[in-house]
């Protein structure tokens, strides 16, 4: 009798532990499989994780590649962001890759075919960019979409990824890579400049009535009637009670990604406050606006703004558009003195000692630095026909 009992216990003990078995073998099995199906294909992004509206808009029409792939093995275009990375099944292995909708880009569809056996490739897909979803970001956004992908004659694979939608006022400077290359991105600065914003030819009428020009003829002139012309976008700035404000931090904690915060020209005349990249900004587009050649000169924490005065792009004259702030026109008589005996000064008389006090304060700053033009930190970005061939503005 305690025998069989024995017998049973035993059994029951065995028959437990076969189930154990099976189940811990059926779970192993899925959860291997389930590894095989994460590791599939990996989501990748040069820039952590990061997508900046400014960067896809300057380059959609011209697809200038400033952002640097992350592999020589690639396929795509690498200014969508991000991109998936693969090992190709066979000889010209076709992988069909589906991007879930979101708020800043539609369903995408696109297909690749990877020339070689077992190369690991990075694809960058196809985007459908809502481009007035990207204008419009004026704030940080998480945003989530699912990958799905086809290599071959496999079944599908899926992967959830979720990155962060930059602002459209943050500029991407530089990054660095995986192998912590650093890359240089300070050419999207020219994104903002917009000399056909629809506001521009109203700031420049409000220029010609300050009747310090009668018109605007570019360097046709010669060195004195540019300088003229500049004054008076001076005189009309300083008229709109423009004031200087340091903001230009963005909220992007990272050791790998750089940027800063650069008003658009809408953000500009809205707040009448501008930082350095700000002023030299919005003069750059007024000057290109009357075919004067802009320069942005960069160096350490400051930006100020260069211009030609020739049509061979010979003579450099610089400006610091900070000063412009200095003073409050209004706390100065008009452009005649009410008493002929007073000493106070008049605000035309302010306004054109504010301006040459700020040709005097950059072109000192400039010479102190113009022979350091191999240094990096230093950069000299001629807005001109060929750079708008490589980036266009964001159109704000």
């Given amino acids: ?6 017998s049973s216990v035993r059994f029951w003990q065995c028959c437990s532990l076969f189930l154990f078995l099976i189940i811990l073998g059926i779970g192993g099995t899925y959860a291997y499989y389930q590894h095989q199906e994460a590791e599939r ?36 275009n690498p200014q969508v962001g991000f991109g998936i990375r693969v090992k190709a099944i066979s000889k010209n292995c076709r992988v069909h890759i589906e991007l879930s909708e979101t ?5 995408s569809v696109s297909d690749f075919v990877l020339p070689i056996k077992d190369m690991v490739y990075t694809i960058y897909p196809d985007v459908l960019w809502d481009y007035e979803a990207l204008k419009n970001n004026s704030q940080p956004q998480p945003v989530s979409f699912a990958v799905t992908l086809k290599v071959g004659g496999e079944k599908p694979s899926q992967k959830i990824t979720t990155m962060s939608m930059r602002s459209i006022n943050e500029c991407l400077l530089c990054y660095k890579d995986e192998n912590m290359k650093l890359h240089d991105t300070s050419l999207y600065f020219a994104a903002y400049v917009n000399e056909d914003h629809p506001m521009i030819d109203i700031l420049l009428r409000e220029a010609l009535n300050t009747k310090i020009v009668r018109k605007f003829v570019g360097v046709q002139q010669g060195e004195r009637q540019v300088d003229k012309q500049v004054y008076a ?31 658009t020209i809408d953000d500009a ?36 703004i260069g211009y030609y ?88």
Wanted: hydrophobic fraction near 35%; include cysteine.
């Fill in 41 to 76: 294909f990996q989501i990748v992004s040069e820039l952590s994780g990061n997508i900046f509206p400014s960067a896809i808009l300057s380059t959609a029409s011209t697809g200038t590649q400033v952002i640097q792939p992350s592999s020589k093995n690639y396929v795509g």
């Fill in 309 to 396: 005065t020739d049509s061979k792009n010979e003579n450099l004259q610089v400006l610091e558009t900070t000063i412009i702030g200095d003073v409050s026109l209004d706390e100065y008589f008009p452009d005649e003195k009410l008493d002929s005996i007073s000493e106070t000064k008049t605000q035309s008389e302010m306004s054109r000692l504010t301006f040459d006090k700020a040709k005097e304060y950059a072109t000192k700053k400039y010479e102190a630095i113009k022979s350091n033009t191999g240094d990096e930190s230093f950069q000299f970005l001629e807005i001109s026909k060929s750079i708008r061939s490589k980036i266009q503005s964001i159109g704000r």
């Fill in 233 to 263: 976008l001076w005189n009309m700035l300083q008229k709109r009670h423009f004031t200087y404000s340091s903001v230009s931090y963005s909220s992007l904690s990272s050791n790998m990604i750089y940027c800063q915060k650069v008003r």
């Fill in 1 to 6: 009798m305690v025998k069989n009992k024995y």
């Fill in 103 to 107: 708020p800043y880009f539609s369903k």
């Fill in 269 to 304: 005349l809205q707040s009448s406050q501008i930082n350095c990249v700000d002023g030299t900004v919005l003069f750059a587009s007024l000057l290109r606006a009357i075919n004067i050649e802009p320069v942005m000169i960069r160096v350490p924490g400051h930006m100020f």
